[in-house]
């Protein structure tokens, strides 16, 4: 188990690689963005995706060895010994991207895991940096949706590799400058006009689009929704954060909202948690709706 936790340590070749892409990718879509008056960037919004993405990566550090621990201890109780082939990889990499698909349809609808999620969806802007704008507590949350894979007998270093590489995929669909993929890839592949339609705040586009690299999974499970021509794409929030460049109130503002639902006087112990458990903007008296309650009443 040491072994293996030093070799992951020491095993950091893909932020080498990735790094310097990132960095000539995002520079290369501020000057077009700049050039042809598009602004797509300003400079607060940059600055504060940076912070979330540095928050994210000091957590996630600080508590991976603790992790890649308890899912080595799982991996005693796999169903299966899977051997290194092809097969292992392209399974362990369908499986990954699933897991991320059921975490990422999760924190939309359950209310506490969305005060996790919520940071990443609160820009009004969409972009390359976009990408970094990290949820910050999701090193908390993300490793309990892979134990599937590891008692199917997944190495845990083979899924946390399998994760980072889906998340540089992730990545780079935050832009507007790839209006659509062709056809085929569409069909198959999460592609930037896919990702746009989930970073909406339009009703029609609520909580829609939750895979990560394969956008099959929605397409599967009914969450699938593609970009409409007669419907632009309006980022953000339902509700925007009053202050969305304070570098604390970006990470806390839904749990404080979330807390002042909780504490409200007389709702009972089943409505309060409802608040914390039901999709985000269920209210026990309907001052506020959730996405599927909106567009029945659109």
């Known amino acids: 188990m040491v072994e293996s936790i030093q070799a992951y340590l020491k095993d950091n070749w893909l932020l080498a690689v990735s790094v310097p892409f990132y960095i000539f990718l995002i520079g290369l879509e501020v000057f077009l ?24 990566t000091l957590l996630g550090l600080s508590i991976k060895g603790g992790v890649l621990v308890f899912l080595i201890w799982v991996l005693q109780f796999s169903f299966f ?38 940071t990443h969806h609160s820009s009004q802007e969409f972009n390359l940096t976009t990408g970094f704008r990290s949820s910050v507590f999701r090193p908390f949350v993300s490793f309990w949706f892979f134990i599937p894979l590891v008692l199917l007998g997944f190495k845990p270093l083979d899924i946390i590799l399998g994760d980072a590489i889906c998340q540089i995929y992730g990545i780079m669909v935050h832009t507007r400058y790839i209006k659509k993929m062709p056809h085929w890839f569409e069909l198959v592949f999460v592609s930037p006009s896919h990702h746009r339609v989930h970073h909406a705040s339009n009703i029609a586009y609520l909580d829609k689009n939750m895979g990560m690299v394969f956008i099959f999974w929605d397409r599967l499970f009914g969450t699938y929704q593609g970009e409409m021509d007669n419907e632009p794409v309006v980022f953000g929030l339902s509700k925007n954060p009053d202050n969305p460049h304070h570098p604390i109130g970006i990470i806390i503002h839904e749990w404080i909202a979330l807390w002042k639902d909780i504490t409200q006087h007389s709702i009972g112990i089943k409505n309060r948690l409802k608040y914390i458990l039901y999709p985000p903007g269920w209210s026990h008296d309907g001052r506020s709706q959730t996405s599927k309650q909106m567009r029945k009443t659109k």
Not at 36 to 41: E, I
Not at 99 to 110: D, G, L, N
Request: charged share 20%.
């Open 81 to 118: 010994d899977l051997q290194y082939n092809a097969l292992y990889w392209i399974a362990l990499f369908l499986g990954v991207d699933l897991c991320f698909y059921i975490e990422h349809r999760s924190e939309h609808f359950s209310r506490f895991l969305w005060a996790v999620h919520v």
């Open 33 to 56: 963005s700049n050039y042809q008056k598009r602004r797509y960037y300003t400079f607060k919004e940059t600055l504060i995706n940076l912070w979330l993405n540095i928050a994210n």
